[in-house]
């Protein structure tokens, strides 16, 4: 019966999610039946979701309602998977009753009983019936790069995060399933590797850390021109692994290390194993062994008992470190977390002005970095064109798709998943714009 029906997808939050929303979709497209990009034109719509945040929760709630309305066209069942019914289905299923089937992170291979057993008997319920997928997956990504999660669940307890109560503990998948897995992706220009916490990759299945081993397996395939780490845990960062960013030509000279503050009181209440003489130190290692390197890093604002000081001392932090790219955000407090009892508890108002003042400061630093490449070659991986700006678009080295920033530039002509040496004739905070040579040639 399935056969018959078209698909649809929508999946929320991070890349780590995207990754769980590809297996999904590969079922389907398994099963034979048609997918389409119109959701409207679906018989049966996926909504992937993810439940970090509070944000993240009412976001995937208003999707689900959102997707309701069209019920009175073609809309036949609405699948609510991923994190939310993960850790909320207790109260999900009797009040989202928009939803008519619900599936948890690692349900996936369930996805076609379920839906059919709803047709049968209305709504259904199949949280934790399930196994992590060790299927193919339908890349919703360009086709010239791609996420490979190497790992589910985080043993890091964050004072602030709810991902092990999500996602449980930390589980390393099999290097032999993931190089084959990057294998079947086909010819990717650029292969990033995501987990909650890459850096620990082996640790609980190998009984030692093999990170570094399975960033060099992966860089013998034939089919992976390069490799962009996400998500290296600070503490984690050891000597080899700085050593194999350094040596290996297919490692792209980036790194992304979420470190949360910079304030020592504010980290031991994070439970962060790190502190701010420590992280510069590491910058200062990095930079010494891979000039070139970019470093991404996240940072919250407003965690509870931070003071006007601290904020302060962070942003002296960011000018001191130097780093590439930045995200900032203000703290969410978590029920079922262990900073949502601390007393101190920071105004809305208040976390929000320390994030844009955070942002300011970065925008300077940046802005810096990237007024030295006016006038300059840089090479540019394309994305594809802008159509809005009427030019093609790209990344270098320093930029992870979607998070950081892009290069604009003109050319003649430029294919997606191709490199090109891109003159920089103008820069702002955050992108950069030029034009190929032979564009420069051709106009004038």
């Not at 299927?135 to 791609?146: D, E, I, N, Q, V």
């Not at 997606?416 to 032979?438: M, N, P």
């Given at each position: ?22 297996r999904?979709?590969?079922i ?28 993240a ?40 009753t928009?939803?008519?089937v ?10 076609m ?89 082996g ?90 390197i970019?470093?991404?890093?996240t940072?919250i ?16 932090f ?36 320390r ?30 064109i ?35 040496f ?21 106009s004038?």
């Amino acid at each position: 019966m399935l056969e018959n029906k078209t698909f649809g997808l929508i999946s929320l939050g991070c890349d780590k999610n995207r990754v769980d929303a590809e297996r999904l979709l590969a079922i389907v497209r398994e099963r034979g039946c048609p997918v389409t990009d119109d959701i409207s034109q679906a018989n049966i719509l996926i909504v992937n979701t993810c439940a970090f945040l509070d944000s993240a929760r009412k976001e995937a709630i208003e999707t689900v309602l959102d997707c309701d309305g069209y019920r009175g066209g073609k809309l036949e069942k609405i699948v609510v998977s991923g994190c939310l019914p993960e850790k909320y289905i207790g109260e999900l299923f009797p009040s989202l009753t928009e939803g008519d089937v619900f599936l948890g992170c690692n349900d996936a291979d369930k996805l076609m009983e379920a839906i059919e057993l709803s047709y049968a008997q209305g709504r259904v319920d199949m949280v934790h019936r399930g196994h992590e997928s060790e299927g193919g997956r339908t890349l919703t990504t360009p086709l010239h790069y791609a996420y490979l999660k190497i790992a589910d669940g985080c043993n890091n307890h964050c004072t602030y995060c709810l991902i092990p109560k999500i996602r449980g503990r930390y589980r390393s998948y099999p290097i032999e399933k993931l190089v084959a897995e990057a294998e079947s992706l086909g010819d990717l220009s650029e292969l990033i590797l995501v987990a909650q916490d890459t850096t620990r990759y082996g640790e609980d299945l190998y009984e030692k850390n093999t990170f570094v081993e399975l960033i060099r397996r992966l860089s013998a395939l034939d089919n992976i021109g390069s490799i962009r780490l996400l998500y290296c845990y600070p503490d984690v960062i050891g000597d080899e692994l700085i050593e194999e960013i350094a040596s290996n030509p297919k490692v792209v000279k980036y790194i992304d290390i979420p470190l949360q503050h910079s304030e020592d009181r504010v980290l031991k209440l994070m439970n962060r194993k790190g502190s701010r003489e420590g992280y510069l130190a590491l910058l200062r290692k990095l930079r010494e062994r891979v000039p070139q390197i970019a470093v991404r890093s996240t940072f919250i604002a407003g965690f509870p008992t931070e003071t006007e000081e601290e904020v302060v001392a962070l942003g002296d932090f960011l000018r001191e470190a130097k780093l590439t790219n930045c995200g900032f955000f203000a703290y969410s407090r978590e029920p079922d977390t262990p900073a949502y009892r601390l007393k101190g508890q920071i105004p809305a108002r208040i976390k929000q002005k320390r994030v844009r003042s955070l942002y300011r400061i970065q925008e300077e630093i940046s802005a810096e970095f990237l007024r030295q490449f006016v006038g300059k070659e840089v090479e540019v991986l394309c994305d594809g064109i802008d159509y809005e700006r009427k030019c093609f678009v790209g990344r270098a080295w320093w930029s992870a798709p979607d998070i950081d920033g892009k290069v604009y530039f003109h050319a003649s002509q430029a294919e997606q998943g191709e490199r090109y040496f891109v003159k920089i004739t103008r820069a702002d905070s955050y992108d950069l714009f030029g034009e190929t040579e032979e564009y420069n040639e051709s106009s004038q």
